[in-house]
């Protein structure tokens, strides 16, 4: 029962690559390199319910499931369904009909239970439901799911023989989360994380069908075409969406075209004098291009570019339109339209898609919008110069005796490219780009250059960079209540800082590098090491408490203070170059060294438990870890192992210490020197050319229930125990995204929800709870990264680097702007609903009947309770505002300002004022307890308004539009900013519930903004990044 109209098209029996368009299953001999994936794929669906298929745009998703995924279950006697067409008025039902072969059936959430049951009591075997595409219902849906959500949380908790795929582009995960965890218990039991071909697999798929159709190809082109085809430069065309892999589309493209100059030519195979001649990848691309759009005349070709903008948006996600809409979109004809779909159909860039009662059309692929959309704004670029041409010839015929307002143009242009070239290094250098775009600001009032002063405010606000250390920094951290941050580093710098502000409180020199530092709790006491051979432990204001050594003594190589700040403990070098001296002294007072024998050869670290009675050390040469008596500085524990000791670590509650060995193992142990069950041993190589991996440091979650385990194998590995207990309850789980080189450190945060990871390269890596998806990258630093840790509230992380930058990194807040609407209103206080449908309100307490809220011939468009629950503001079709009173003493009244129908509506949490978006793009303003009407508005938007929201504080508004812009505005009407980049298909907008962010949602990806940047008026921005930078604003 797989979908006939896609697993059954044409093939051409002579050609081995299909191109632009996914494989069918009528293409499956022609479809390599994605045989183990498939089988994988199969194993996980039939071993649960339902089953998560995601990867990146242009991974080939839709090809593995029809060209192999399908015909392997047919294969093994299970009826298939395949369903990807979401531009239905009601998903739901086709897909209940599709199951059943024939009608949908009574609309409800019992509906695909049903549709199971028939199809089951026709054929016993396994019936398999595949949900292709399914972001494309979550975008067109998202104001009102509908009842799929509800039928497939159904469908799987029944004991019919039901297995669900859903397949989904990556970045969709939190909504297909958001959309499903109300109905579908483990949602996340079984995932699998299809990645893009890798350099063997893609050679596979570049020889094998050529083969298979009697061809040969070269060595040398493979290996040229799995070079152009790799990663570039992660921001820039193409190389943009290969992220980390081959691509499929483009591959396919590449070789159908160097087959076809082959066989025109007589070759028995692909040639690298054939890529030569055509130009490379780029070349061939570029040829592709102009074949299609030479079919085009001058005037069609501008209407095509209007239609392939429409059709490729700036997300990255294809958007399917029926012909009336797509027209109206472009700005087009229909008859126009029509024709240049016509063209594009014929050359495979668009596909027509069966909708209920009609025909959509979309772009192949998702991967073509990095083709298309430059060429659509290359035309309308040229079309701008010819048209700008002759206005600036006027303009500089008709004002040739203004030279100044020449050179103010001039002036603005310089400033905007200038701005631009800020705009590339804001990730790079926050704070250089914030100085030199409130330079450009401070003499321009151009609007691209203040936008470029508040992507800089906002890049120096989420990840701030700390004053430099030259040659190097060597640590970084928090104190325990996050109130400061501590740096040193090779330029001999002791650093204490505002965790708040970034201003500098102390400074310690040393007369040397530094190795080592260290903070108490309260960040009352610091203590810093170097290698000029001091060490020195101080107060706030650099007051020096404790010194030990002296000058030119042997070097400090670690160093760790108590959390109450009485006790220190520190590695030095030996004098006589033999084992280093383990030492003790107490913090505030003269030096008193007491060293800690035991070790022999290197001792590589040194830190204390919570309490600070202890001490955990480890030798790399003597295999040891050992625990100490941090009171008596006696020995309590040698923890002994096979071989090197690469990192230890206490558990939280000290009751459990986790040491990572340099054979791949793991040992537990009790402080006491017990050993917990066996050693936790990494799994083998993936490739037995392959060196076995060592274990490089291990650190147990704050609960104690998870342990993490970096490996030089660039891993994270995750076990869940028992803690006490000697066997884990599972492990090792690997965490996705594993890093090309070495993994060296790894950490939890406080609250166990985020675990992180830093190795031998520059990218620090995240990873959210529940720790199934690839991690989130930080990436700033230009030398590998030395030293990163969590703050306290798990908000922030605090690294250092080799290139001397300290760096803080704001961890993005899990912002979901989740799917609303299902035509029932509740107020805040759960005491009342309102049904649009029928126009009743409702209250939860008693058995008071419904109250009908509506005259004959209205009905509610949108409706919204003010957050004290004592309004309830209804928008009507014809546009008329009732504000309907829920309290005794407070009037309702009604408003008919406009006669488009009202779009959105909101409430200031106070409930007492009221702003209406229409779909004449007027925004009007009310006062509840004095209500006066707003006929004229604010003109906010060239089309309807989509959204409205009040931030926290009701100094601000948030509107979007048809237009596709979100802007911020005041209760005067004055418009503050824009909220620039990806206006592509703007659902809404929204502040966070602190009030500190704005979320702006665009289909389903969404973008977080600070409020704090984004809702200033431009000459309130200026004055606020003097503020930040410390400077004194111009006069």
Not at 247 to 275: A, V
Not at 881 to 895: H, Q
Request: glycine content about 10%.
């Amino acid at each position: 029962m797989s979908d006939a109209p896609l697993s059954q098209l044409p093939v051409d029996v002579n050609e081995p690559y299909v191109g632009l368009k996914p494989y069918t299953e009528a293409e499956r001999d022609r479809f390599f390199g994605r045989e183990r994936d498939a089988q994988l794929l199969i194993n996980k669906l039939f071993s649960h319910p339902l089953t998560l298929l995601y990867a990146p745009s242009g991974v080939g998703k839709t090809s593995l499931l029809r060209a192999l995924v399908i015909p392997n279950l047919k294969a093994e006697e299970a009826q298939v369904v395949y369903f990807d067409k979401w531009n239905t008025p009601d998903p739901c039902s086709a897909l209940a009909a599709l199951i059943r072969q024939g009608e949908a059936g009574a609309p409800g959430p019992g509906q695909l239970v049903d549709a199971a049951h028939d199809a089951l009591a026709r054929d016993d075997s396994t019936l398999v439901i595949m949900l292709d595409q399914f972001e494309e219902y979550l975008q067109r849906y998202a104001a009102d799911l509908g009842l799929l959500p509800a039928a497939l949380g159904a469908l799987l908790r029944t004991t019919l023989d039901v297995r669900v795929v859903l397949s989904f582009r990556e970045e969709f995960l939190a909504s297909v989360d958001a959309c499903l965890r109300g109905h579908v218990l483990a949602l996340f039991a079984s995932t699998y994380h299809l990645e893009h071909l890798d350099r063997e697999r893609a050679r596979e798929a570049i020889v094998c069908p050529a083969r298979k159709y009697g061809g040969t190809c070269d060595d040398e082109l493979v290996d040229r075409l799995l070079d152009d085809l790799a990663p570039g430069d992660p921001e820039k065309s193409i190389g943009r969406l290969f992220r980390g892999g081959i691509e499929l589309p483009f591959l396919q493209l590449i070789c159908r075209s160097l087959w076809e100059r082959s066989r025109t030519r007589g070759h028995s195979g692909m040639r690298m004098d054939d890529y030569r001649a055509l130009g490379g990848r780029k070349g061939i691309i570029s040829t592709y291009l102009q074949s299609v759009t030479r079919n085009f005349g001058l005037f069609q070709r501008l209407d095509a570019a209007q239609v392939l903008k429409a059709l490729a948006p700036r997300s990255g996600v294809k958007i399917a339109y029926p012909l009336e809409a797509l027209a109206s979109q472009a700005g087009t004809s229909e008859q126009r339209t029509q024709k240049v779909l016509d063209i594009l159909k014929e050359h495979r860039i668009v596909r027509t898609r069966d909708a209920a009662g009609g025909v959509s059309y979309e772009l192949q692929h998702d991967a073509f919008i990095e083709i298309v959309r430059p060429w659509a704004e290359a035309c309308f670029k040229r079309r701008n110069r010819l048209i700008g041409g002759g206005v600036a010839l006027a303009v500089v015929l008709a004002t040739a005796f203004n030279i100044a307002m020449l050179n103010r143009d001039r002036n603005e242009a310089e400033a905007r490219r200038q701005a631009a070239e800020v705009s590339e290094r804001i990730d790079v250098d926050a704070r250089r780009a914030l100085e030199e775009a409130l330079a450009l600001a401070d003499g321009s009032g151009d609007h691209a250059v203040r936008t470029t002063l508040r992507q800089a405010i906002a890049a120096f606000l989420q990840n701030p960079a700390l004053p430099p250390h030259p040659g190097g920094a060597v640590a970084a951290g928090f104190s325990r209540d996050g109130s400061w941050i501590f740096s040193a580093g090779e330029d001999g710098e002791a650093r204490l800082i505002d965790a708040r502000s970034l201003a500098l409180q102390a400074r310690v020199p040393h007369a040397g590098p530094l190795s080592a530092m260290a903070v108490s709790a309260d960040g009352g006491r610091l203590v810093s090491a170097g290698r000029d051979g001091v060490l020195q432990v101080w107060d706030r204001s650099g007051r020096i408490l404790t010194r030990c050594g002296h000058p030119g003594g042997p070097a400090w190589t670690d160093v760790d203070i108590s959390r109450d700040g009485k006790r220190v403990v520190a590695i030095r070098e030996s004098e006589d170059g033999m084992t280093p001296d383990l030492l003790l002294t107490p913090a505030g007072a003269a030096c008193q060294l007491t060293r800690l024998s035991g070790h022999f050869g290197n001792v590589a670290s040194a830190s204390f438990d919570e309490s600070g009675d202890r001490v955990l050390s480890f030798g790399n040469n003597d295999n040891t870890a050992r625990v100490w008596d941090a009171g008596l500085g006696s020995l309590l524990a040698t923890l002994t192992h096979p071989d090197e000791v690469l990192s230890a670590s206490f558990s939280p509650d000290g009751k459990e210490i986790a040491v990572a060995v340099a054979d791949g193992s793991v040992y537990r142990w009790t402080p006491w020197g017990r050993l917990l069950g066996r050693p936790l041993e990494l799994p083998p190589p993936a490739r037995a050319d392959l060196p076995p991996a060592l274990a490089t440091a291990a650190r147990h979650a704050p609960d104690g229930r998870l342990l993490a385990v970096a490996s030089s194998d660039g891993g994270v590995y995750l076990w869940t125990l028992q803690p006490g207990e000697e066997k884990p309850l599972e492990g090792p789980v690997m965490l996705p995204g594993n890093r090309s080189g070495a993994a060296l450190a790894v950490s939890f945060s406080p609250d166990g929800k985020r675990i992180l990871s830093f190795g031998t390269d520059d990218t620090l890596r995240v990873w959210e709870a529940p720790f199934h998806f690839q991690p989130r990258e930080f990436r700033g630093h230009s030398a590998a990264v030395r030293n990163a840790v969590f703050s306290p509230d798990g908000a922030r992380v605090l690294s250092a680097g080799a290139d001397g930058v300290v760096r803080l990194w704001r961890m993005p807040v899990t912002d979901l702007l989740t799917p609303q609407g299902n035509g029932l209103v509740l107020s805040a206080d759960r005491r009342h609903s309102f049904r649009t449908a029928t126009g009743q309100l409702l209250t939860g307490e008693g058995d008071a009947p419904p109250l009908k809220l509506l005259k004959a011939g209205e009905s509610v468009r949108v409706a919204v309770f003010s957050p004290d629950g004592h309004w309830l503001a209804l928008g009507m079709h014809s546009g008329r505002l009732r504000v309907v009173s829920l309290v005794e003493g407070e009037k309702s009244f009604d408003f008919d300002d406009t006669v488009s129908p009202i779009a959105a509506l909101a409430f200031d949490r106070q409930g007492r004022r009221l702003v209406s978006g229409g779909t004449d793009g007027h925004l009007r303003f009310y006062d509840v307890h004095t209500p006066k009407a707003d006929p004229g508005g604010l003109v906010a938007h060239t089309g309807p308004v989509v959204s409205v929201d009040v931030a926290p504080d009701g100094a601000y508004i948030i509107s979007t539009g048809a237009d596709g812009a979100a802007r911020v505005w005041d209760w005067q009407h004055q418009a503050l900013s824009t909220l620039e980049g990806g206006a592509d298909r703007v659902r809404d907008a929204r502040f966070s519930s602190d009030g500190k962010r704005i979320l702006r949602r665009n289909g389903d990806r969404i973008t977080t903004f600070d409020a704090e940047v984004w809702a200033r008026s431009d000459a309130d921005l200026i004055d606020f990044a003097h503020r930040l930078l410390g400077k004194t604003p111009s006069p």
